[in-house]
């Protein structure tokens, strides 16, 4: 009676939600969606329509085209995008006045970035970036490029991982590299005055390392960036469907994506959560900031990240942009849209990192110290 | 030379940026996105998994060909989604111990929606529902469909508008309606112990109605909800397009949804904050809970609704959900997404409504009447 009356239920309200759309009539797997225009996005700043209307179409069958089979064809791609890369990090730190400098942190190489001036809000924190690049691209002062941004935006100082790669350096390489250099910045500094985080593979890298610190038990950090997660390796999320060929920077997860994907995960099962961390278990998770766009062929994988963290009670705020492809506000780090979501990302960092209460104490200037409040004085 | 140094830097970020796709050849102002597959979403309930399942492509031509010339026409439509939604509504209210009560409020229709039982932490509150239906649909008990489902999962006293409508009532009848209620609600309580909120042309009224209140220069309540807003009535909005056919509950904005949106606005430019409320001063808006889908052709809305909020320094939550369509909460009521959705909705309004810090005395119960402590004991 009760199951009679919610299939009643049910139906009614499939009637009233469904009445612009024909009626159902059979069950099928997949819906075969037509072509269709996408115009260029209106309510977006001058910059994003201006690259938006120079843009042709995304050509799907290049990007799916485009697989490597042998180390030295990947080595190659890498290569392709390491020199620009690197050259735009200099130039961008240069501009922005940011210094790079090349360490070791418990042989791990590492790059410094530091601002001109760090906020004084700032000055006990450390951002750990973990550069993206699909685990393969941006060996060295490339994978600094969005690290210089953040240093500059937030006035913080970063510390951005140049973890090994494949095809030399599978899974979990990147993740031990960055679990080694937590570690030993656990020794100087409180877990909750660090944030960690990247965009991309960067930010699967960044919830990998998590679940793997939680393995070991050792502290998470205050805080969690996560620019367009890539949270599952294999081709699961309506975006990777929906968003094909629309996302002007991956065009489709065939091709490059999945074939690196694979190459990274080694030996390691695809739902491992050190591979595709969505599987992991969220519980207790820091405080994470999340972005992506209308046209990111990887938004679904923001969406299922975030809708797992609140699952798990976690603090987590998801920002999606007009008109952005994968990493569009690194690619147009000119636009006010780039701008605002590093502003928003400072604002969450100065939220949950933790912070002393009280002030150090100033000392009094050499105009002001000779004021002695008279005794007479009341108040 | 600053110029051309950026202009370097710009052109290095696109190459990194796009090596999986071709060389940028030609301006062109839209582009023309070829056909695509898209399976039933992977990472959702299996309530939500076989009624994608269950459904077949959604039939763009049909959606768009259903176009009313006649009031007569419009009244038809309308009457056809009532007598489903209230029956379901109806059904819903009894199945989840929902009274439903007719009355008029400044001598506008409402209903009163009363659970069993009201949540301690919401003896004081009250939510100022707004139904949806494309400015068109839903008068009278047909209503009050998520109504119920609200006072059910918040267990919270609701009030629901049964605005004036379209064709005979264009705009600002709707608002009008909201406002004088409001008016009259301020009488007897404080605006923050009041949210107000709906779903899809719902969620427009009620962003136009605080539009309304700042012009009037009327108090504001304490929250908002935002259940995938239409905050643009035109043909604006990366999902309008991305997403159309891949909506099942929406089709496509073309066809019932843009001529409604017109009819509604009669007199009105499009671009007014009463009709296309994403026009308007977001500034010292409520906090405001918003909520949209994958498949939502309805999604851009709530992305740029919520830029909006940001923008204007409004705390705003935007929660999107893997493979729904529009308003996919409410058809889906039994799915645990609709539970967590109402869950998350509740967790925001305690969060943001006014409550008294201080609990009302709890008065001893017999049994415990007779308790007193000595005067030897220690503590």
Same mark, same amino acid.
């Given at each position: 009676?009760?199951?009679?009356?919610?299939?009643?239920?049910?139906?009614?309200?499939?009637?009233?939600?469904?009445?612009?759309?024909?009626?159902?009539?059979?069950?099928?797997?997949?819906?075969?969606?037509?072509?269709?225009?996408?115009?260029?996005?209106?309510?977006?700043?001058?910059?994003?329509?201006?690259?938006?209307?120079?843009?042709?179409?995304?050509?799907?069958?290049?990007?799916?085209?485009?697989?490597?089979?042998?180390?030295?064809?990947?080595?190659?791609?890498?290569?392709?995008?390491?020199?620009?890369?690197?050259?735009?990090?200099?130039?961008?730190?240069?501009?922005?006045?940011?210094?790079?400098?090349?360490?070791?942190?418990?042989?791990?190489?590492?790059?410094?970035?530091?601002?001109?001036?760090?906020?004084?809000?700032?000055?006990?924190?450390?951002?750990?970036?973990?550069?993206?690049?699909?685990?393969?691209?941006?060996?060295?002062?490339?994978?600094?490029?969005?690290?210089?941004?953040?240093?500059?935006?937030?006035?913080?100082?970063?510390?951005?991982?140049?973890?090994?790669?494949?095809?030399?350096?599978?899974?979990?390489?990147?993740?031990?590299?960055?679990?080694?250099?937590?570690?030993?910045?656990?020794?100087?500094?409180?877990?909750?005055?660090?944030?960690?985080?990247?965009?991309?593979?960067?930010?699967?890298?960044? /919830?990998?390392?998590?679940?793997?610190?939680?393995?070991?038990?050792?502290?998470?950090?205050?805080?969690?960036?996560?620019?367009?997660?890539?949270?599952?390796?294999?081709?699961?999320?309506?975006?990777?469907?929906?968003?094909?060929?629309?996302?002007?920077?991956?065009? +489709?997860?065939?091709?490059?994506?999945?074939?690196?994907?694979?190459?990274?995960?080694?030996?390691?099962?695809?739902?491992?959560?050190?591979? +595709?961390?969505?599987?992991?278990?969220?519980?207790?998770?820091?405080?994470?900031?999340?972005?992506?766009?209308?046209?990111?062929?990887? /938004?679904?994988?923001?969406?299922?990240?975030?809708?797992?963290?609140?699952?798990?009670?976690?603090?987590?705020?998801?920002?999606?942009?007009?008109?952005?492809?994968?990493?569009?506000?690194?690619?147009?780090?000119?636009?006010?849209?780039?701008?605002?979501?590093?502003?928003?990302?400072?604002?969450?960092?100065?939220?949950?990192?933790?912070?002393?209460?009280?002030?150090?104490?100033?000392?009094?200037?050499?105009?002001?110290?000779?004021?002695?409040?008279?005794?007479?004085?009341?108040?």
């Amino acid at each position: 009676m009760r199951t009679t009356l919610m299939r009643i239920i049910f139906l009614a309200i499939v009637v009233t939600f469904t009445a612009g759309v024909p009626e159902v009539k059979a069950q099928e797997d997949a819906w075969k969606i037509g072509p269709r225009t996408v115009p260029a996005s209106v309510d977006v700043s001058d910059v994003v329509r201006e690259s938006l209307l120079k843009t042709t179409t995304p050509d799907v069958a290049a990007a799916k085209g485009l697989v490597f089979t042998t180390a030295k064809e990947w080595k190659a791609w890498a290569e392709e995008g390491n020199v620009p890369s690197a050259a735009a990090a200099r130039a961008l730190a240069e501009a922005l006045s940011i210094t790079i400098q090349e360490d070791k942190i418990a042989g791990v190489n590492v790059h410094h970035l530091t601002p001109a001036e760090t906020a004084k809000e700032h000055k006990k924190h450390l951002f750990v970036y973990i550069h993206g690049g699909a685990w393969v691209r941006n060996e060295g002062v490339a994978g600094t490029l969005e690290a210089v941004l953040i240093a500059a935006h937030l006035k913080m100082p970063v510390i951005s991982i140049d973890y090994r790669m494949p095809p030399k350096h599978p899974a979990p390489a990147a993740i031990d590299d960055v679990v080694a250099v937590w570690k030993e910045l656990l020794k100087k500094r409180s877990p909750a005055s660090m944030t960690m985080g990247g965009t991309s593979g960067g930010a699967n890298i960044t /919830l990998a390392s998590i679940h793997r610190l939680r393995d070991l038990q050792l502290d998470f950090p205050g805080a969690l960036y996560l620019g367009t997660p890539c949270v599952d390796i294999d081709m699961i999320g309506d975006s990777r469907f929906i968003n094909e060929g629309i996302d002007r920077n991956l065009g +489709s997860w065939e091709g490059v994506p999945i074939e690196a994907g694979v190459m990274y995960a080694g030996d390691y099962d695809h739902k491992h959560p050190y591979i +595709s961390p969505i599987y992991g278990d969220f519980e207790n998770f820091p405080p994470t900031y999340l972005i992506t766009g209308t046209r990111d062929l990887l /938004l679904s994988d923001s969406v299922r990240a975030h809708r797992k963290l609140r699952r798990a009670g976690v603090e987590a705020d998801l920002h999606i942009y007009e008109g952005q492809a994968h990493g569009d506000y690194i690619a147009l780090w000119n636009a006010p849209e780039s701008a605002e979501h590093y502003a928003e990302l400072n604002a969450f960092m100065l939220k949950h990192l933790s912070r002393p209460i009280i002030p150090a104490p100033t000392l009094p200037t050499a105009a002001s110290k000779g004021i002695e409040i008279p005794k007479s004085a009341g108040w």
